[in-house]
């Protein structure tokens, strides 16, 4: 049997490059004649935006310095052992550069031996022990906490989480049995499965205090201070710390049964990993802690060496690097200020991107439309949405005055654009509206000023086509809800000079929104490709197969809507304008369904009602639907779906739409909420063998987005 030591050392070969947390121990006497207290404080050297997280250097760091503590705590030279880490920073959890670099399963398990061998000593110290999560704490983060006597919460923590079933992984070195055995089945199966498949919610200070995970809370200004006067209070049993009792009955089945309800809703079965977590926390109840880590370490490996994490962490680099480096932007030196905003549009579209200019912009933004009535119902909007961060208190009254002070809305474009540094517009899909209205907005706009398109699916090229300057004009695709999706498709069009594209991604940032460069192709990115998704699921349902096999086919990739739900959603009107704009461009791999059109032309909304509270399909459409007699099961239909989004995806790579895969994948995760575990769609066509199948080669290079050979 390796030492804990060994197995670090082992792994700590297979990953030099690791970023190492140090762990220092300082001494000092606790207030009020407590006792010598040792205080570890987690630190890798680098400022708040490099945070500190555990690799295999790491963890033997820290495992150095509880040999210290264990030997003084021994010796009754201390009273006590806290943990806490650099400004800002607890630690947010393994390094998953490491993780990335694993090729076998004996490795894999050696990580979460590792990890639970080092944080298990924490435990069982011969003195109480204290986690002060002074910053940022996540995944193994907070599960180095879990395992001391007592914790400590601030609550200026701006995210606290255990993502790692998120990710396609379980929380490993504890997570999913001391957490259930601390607050509850309920409230852990919250944490580690509903916030994880809720797009990583983070948790803050006061959050983690009420589930009952920290046993105080102070202000952040003077955090470890007050933490050690508690402390010493607890040491002298002046305070004394009482925890619920938790229910071991029924009510642990009950909740462990929601966490599968909920993965059931999420993931449809897709992806191990809330499985596995679920598995465990099910077994916790026993309170057999070693059974319990035994149980995450194997997990950990197995999950380790499967497709979906790698997946996983193909997906987190791309939001969190690649999405914030976008591929073939120009220098953005090239920039120019932008002071003014103009809108032009006051519809609910038009109204969402005054909104959030003005919120992330902090300018004048002008709003106009063709009647007063229209305009005053735009500006409305947006100081209805203003007093609403106000009473949640998002905001104070005086920055409230501020912005609303700052949107305005006028009818004369001349009044309203005459110093704008930068217009959008956002008006109905026709291509000689838009032409019109850039046309308008160039009489009167200052030469310097950016002219931009939130079109989904038209021809920037020729929106700018008829303007002296069509150099200045930009595709800036929104998705909707705006505040909710991240994505920005910035299209170039033929004549877009680099200063303006350099404006354009300029903005984009300020607008915390993740910009990806796309040519000016017909609609694009997500809007090509969902269309092709979909239309391929229209024709199968045209050709006889029953509507419920033709959505269910499709619920192995764990969407976060069926293909029909998701139509409702963007609007069987403007599904049917895009799939007709894709198949005038592409007629022979985009279709016009006559069943949409049906359904389009009668006025429906959706193909479905929701009397029974779910989703059933709508008696009088189910009457204008027209059926072929062709009955595909729901593996035809799925391998038809996927083999022409990957023929899509491989000829928009070929036709140069997007610099690489990676582009592609970063739209769909960040523009239509595709999983993580899929890695977007191109690590799951590859894995699923249908890249080869169709195109004769894969997306990816074996190792990226899969485990290297």
Not at 102 to 131: D, N, Q, S, W
Not at 309 to 327: D, S, W
Not at 381 to 405: C, F, M, P, S, T
Request: hydrophobic share 45%.
């Amino acid at each position: 049997m390796s030492t804990t030591a060994e197995l670090l050392k082992q792994a700590s070969d297979l990953f030099p490059d690791e970023v190492v947390t140090s762990a220092h121990v300082r001494h000092f006497d606790l207030p009020s004649g407590a006792g010598r207290f040792a205080l570890i404080t987690l630190d890798n050297g680098l400022d708040h935006t490099k945070p500190t997280t555990f690799g295999p250097a790491s963890l033997a760091n820290l495992n150095t310095a509880i040999d210290q503590v264990e030997k003084e705590a021994a010796d009754g030279e201390i009273v006590g052992v806290g943990i806490t880490g650099k400004p800002f920073i607890f630690a947010v959890g393994a390094d998953l550069k490491g993780v990335e670099l694993l090729k076998e399963h004996e490795h894999a398990l050696a990580i979460g031996k590792g990890g639970h061998e080092v944080f298990k000593r924490l435990a069982k110290l011969a003195v109480p022990t204290f986690a002060y999560y002074n910053g940022a704490a996540m995944g193994g983060g907070v599960e180095v906490g879990l395992h001391c006597t007592y914790r400590t919460v601030s609550k200026a923590i701006p995210a606290f989480s255990l993502p790692e079933v998120f990710l396609g992984l379980v929380p490993g070195w504890g997570g999913c049995t001391l957490l259930p055995n601390l607050i509850g089945p309920e409230k852990a199966v919250s944490v580690v499965i509903e916030n994880s498949l809720n797009q990583n919610k983070q948790l803050k200070g006061q959050q983690v205090f009420d589930l009952g995970i920290a046993d105080a809370l102070f202000e952040g200004a003077d955090f470890l201070e007050q933490s050690l006067i508690w402390t010493a209070q607890v040491l002298k049993g002046d305070i004394k710390v009482e925890r619920p009792v938790i229910d071991r009955g029924e009510a642990w089945d009950q909740a462990v049964a929601k966490g599968r309800f909920i993965a059931d809703s999420k993931v449809h079965g897709a992806a191990p990993a809330a499985y596995r977590a679920l598995d465990i926390i099910a077994a916790a109840k026993n309170e057999d802690l070693q059974q319990g880590f035994d149980a995450e370490d194997q997990a950990l490996a197995d999950l380790i060496m499967g497709g979906e994490l790698r997946a996983g962490i193909y997906a987190f680099n791309l939001v969190q690097k690649r999405g914030k480096r976008p591929a073939g932007a120009p220098d953005k030196s090239l920039a120019r200020p932008v002071t003014k905003v103009g809108v032009v549009g006051a519809g609910l579209m038009a109204s969402q991107l005054a909104l959030l200019f003005l919120r992330r912009l902090e300018v004048p933004v002008v709003l106009t439309d063709i009647d007063q009535e229209r305009v005053d119902k735009g500006v409305g909007y947006v100081h209805a949405e203003i007093d609403k961060l106000l009473g949640k208190g998002r905001i104070n009254q005086d920055k409230a005055n501020r912005l609303k002070a700052l949107v305005t809305g006028v009818l004369d474009k001349a009044e309203g654009f005459s110093d704008a540094d930068f217009v959008i517009e956002a008006v109905f899909e026709e291509i000689g509206v838009k032409q019109q209205v850039f046309a308008e907005v160039e009489a009167v706009a200052p030469a310097h000023a950016i002219l931009a398109t939130n079109t989904s699916s038209l021809s920037v090229t020729e929106m700018a086509s008829k303007l002296k300057h069509p150099e200045r004009v930009v595709g800036f695709h929104f998705f909707n809800p705006v505040a909710v999706l991240p994505l920005l498709e910035i299209v170039r069009g033929e004549k877009t000079d680099d200063a303006s594209l350099a404006t354009a991604f300029a903005v984009a940032k300020k607008l915390k929104k993740t910009a990806v460069l796309v040519k000016d192709a017909p609609a694009f990115v997500v809007n090509r490709i969902l269309t092709r998704f979909m239309g391929e699921i229209q024709n199968v349902i045209d050709e006889g197969t029953p509507v419920e096999v033709a959505e269910k086919a499709v619920e192995p990739l764990g969407l976060p809507m069926s293909p029909l739900v998701l139509l409702e959603l963007v609007g069987p009107a403007i599904g049917l304008h895009v799939s007709e704009t894709l198949h005038g461009a592409f007629p022979d791999r985009f279709t016009v369904s006559p069943n949409l059109k049906a359904v389009v032309e009668a006025g429906k909304r959706g193909f479905y009602v929701y009397d029974s509270g779910k989703p059933e399909l709508d008696p009088e459409v189910a009457a204008l639907l027209k059926q072929g007699d062709v009955v595909l099961t729901e593996e035809q239909v799925r391998a038809r779906v996927l083999d022409a989004v990957a023929q899509e995806i491989g000829l928009m790579l070929d036709e140069g739409v997007v610099a690489e895969a990676q582009d592609i994948d970063l739209c769909l995760i960040t523009g239509a909420g595709w999983p993580f575990h899929l890695g977007g769609i191109t690590p799951y066509l590859d894995r699923e063998g249908v890249s080869e199948r169709v195109n004769g080669k894969r997306f990816l290079a074996p190792g990226v987005a899969s485990v290297p050979a």
